[in-house]
């Protein structure tokens, strides 16, 4: 069992930038973020592999946002940049297959909340 612990979420106003961080109490395979907002579906954010070889972006973010990971310290950490009010959702870090669907990430952690004032 891996347990995953996000950090970093906060309000911001729009423009500015935010590191979110998710620490993982083992080792892990592909690590992404996803995020919903109120009222919406989750909605995949980025994946990187174990490597940092491979990594995606969901559209809305690409760009702007940066993922990687320190396998040392099985953290992985999500830049993002120029945010907009419609960043605004509760970002959630997870663990397993590199994929841009949920049902591919067996470990999740709890949520951080990011809120973007314009």
């Known amino acids: 069992q891996v347990q995953l612990v996000e950090s970093g979420g906060g309000l911001v106003q729009a423009g500015d930038s935010l590191r979110l961080s998710c620490a993982a109490s083992?080792?892990?395979?592909?690590m992404g973020w996803f995020r919903q907002a109120p009222g919406k579906e989750r909605e995949f954010v980025a994946v990187v592999s174990w490597s940092g070889r491979s990594i995606y972006y969901g559209d809305s973010v690409k760009g702007r946002f940066t993922i990687s990971r320190d396998n040392a310290k099985n953290t992985v950490y999500l830049q993002m940049n120029s945010l907009k009010p419609e960043d605004t959702a509760v970002y959630y870090c997870?663990?397993?297959?590199?994929?841009?669907?949920?049902?591919?990430?067996?470990?999740w952690g709890q949520g951080t909340q990011v809120t973007v004032s314009s």
């Open positions: 083992g080792r892990t395979l592909a």
């Open positions: 997870a663990a397993g297959e590199i994929s841009t669907y949920i049902r591919d990430y067996a470990y």
